[in-house]
Nanobody
Framework: QVQLVESGGGLVQAGNSLRLSCAAS????????MGWFRQAPGKEREFVQV????????STAESVKGRFTISRDYDKNAVYLQMNNLKPEDTAVYYC??????????????????WGKGTLVTVSS
């Protein structure tokens, strides 16, 4: 059974940092990409950042460039999203996702085959 379990969300003041974690089980990540989407209240789910498990190549949404960093841990089968200088507009439910695609360009929700249940990040002004 495939599981993606997120953790690390919470309430934080603008300008501060949070790190989200996503632990994967039940699948081989070696040929996959893993990443994060987010969905704010009343808005559509949007891409945040993705990493190639094999090469480490990444792709990042313009809205978080320079503030968010994605990384992976082979031993723990986990990916992380380090979020710095958080802004109120970053408030959303953050979802971990994985795709059988190996490339990180044009990474969309349509290509995702497994999702986590999400973790809420709230940034106060």
């Amino acid at each position: 059974q495939v599981q993606l379990v997120e953790s690390g969300g919470g309430l934080v003041q603008a300008g501060n940092s949070l790190r989200l974690s996503c632990a994967a089980s039940g699948l081989t990540l070696r040929t996959r990409t893993m990443g994060w989407f987010r969905q704010a209240p009343g808005k559509e789910r949007e891409f945040v950042q993705v990493i190639s498990w094999r090469s480490g190549a990444t792709s990042t949404a313009e809205s978080v460039k320079g503030r968010f960093t994605i990384s992976r841990d082979y031993d723990k089968n986990a990916v992380y999203l380090q979020m710095n200088n958080l802004k109120p507009e970053d408030t959303a439910v953050y979802y971990c996702a994985t795709s059988p695609r190996t490339g990180v360009t044009f990474w969309t929700a349509a290509g995702v085959d497994y999702w986590g249940k999400g973790t809420l990040v709230t940034v106060s002004s």
